[in-house]
Nanobody
C-alpha cells in the first residue's frame, strides 16, 4: 500500500509563516510530480503548487512570491513553506503525488488526508 501523510498545519496570525510536510510511504518504486492543493469552505479544491521529480515548480498566481515548494527525494517528502500568510490562505491543504508502486508499471494519483491551516487577522 501507499499513503501520504501531511503535517505542519495549524493556527497562525496574518503575516506569519508555516511549513507543511508530506511524506509518502509504502511499497514505492518511484514518485513523479508532487504537489499541494487547498480547499476553503464553500470553494472547490484548487492548485497551490507542484514540483516534478527533477525539481521544476509551478505555482498558483495567488501564492507566487510567498510560498515555496520543495522536495527531498531521499525521504519521499514534499514541503510547502508558506510566508506572509493572509486570511484568504485559510483552507485545508492536501498533498498530492503521482506514485509508481512496486506492483505496477504505471503511476497512480494519491492524496493525503489534509491538514488545516487557519490564518487569523
Amino acid at each position: 500500500q501507499v499513503q501520504l501523510v501531511e503535517s505542519g498545519g495549524g493556527l497562525v496570525q496574518a503575516g506569519g509563516s508555516l511549513r507543511l510536510s508530506c511524506e509518502a510511504s509504502g511499497t514505492i518504486s518511484s514518485i513523479n510530480t508532487m504537489g499541494w492543493y487547498r480547499q476553503a469552505p464553500g470553494n472547490q479544491r484548487e492548485l497551490v503548487a507542484t514540483i516534478t521529480s527533477g525539481g521544476s515548480t509551478n505555482y498558483a498566481d495567488s501564492v507566487k512570491g510567498r510560498f515555496t515548494i520543495s522536495r527531498d527525494n531521499t525521504k519521499n517528502t514534499v514541503y510547502l513553506q508558506m510566508n506572509s500568510l493572509k486570511s484568504e490562505d485559510t483552507a485545508v491543504y492536501y498533498c498530492n503525488a503521482y506514485i509508481v508502486p512496486r506492483w505496477r508499471r504505471l503511476s497512480s494519483e494519491y492524496w493525503g488526508q489534509g491538514t488545516l491551516v487557519t490564518v487569523s487577522e
